[in-house]
């Protein structure tokens, strides 16, 4: 699956993280990472998040929006498995 075959919703939240906005809401993240990779949700709260070769666990924020790490993490990630805006 590349970028352009991701819905308007997701190229936007996928932009958004690329283009280092501190304002991406979390709950647009895990739909992002639903459609791109495969999420399991620990019984912790925490997500378990595999996108292409890596393995990434996901503490949910307090708050609506992503916190600064996980958006590098999340960039990273993205990158490495082929998703650019």
Known sequence: M???DLSHRHRDTLEHIFAHNR?????HVRSLLEATGTVVEEPNG????????ETEVFVPPHGKD??????V???RM???A???P
């Open 66 to 71: 992503a916190d600064v790490q996980q958006l």
């Open 2 to 4: 590349a970028a352009m």
């Open 23 to 27: 304002n991406v809401e979390w709950r």
């Open 73 to 75: 993490d999340l960039r």
């Open 46 to 53: 925490k997500l378990r998040v595999t996108l292409g070769h």
């Open 78 to 80: 993205l990158k490495n």
């Open 82 to 84: 082929g998703f650019t």
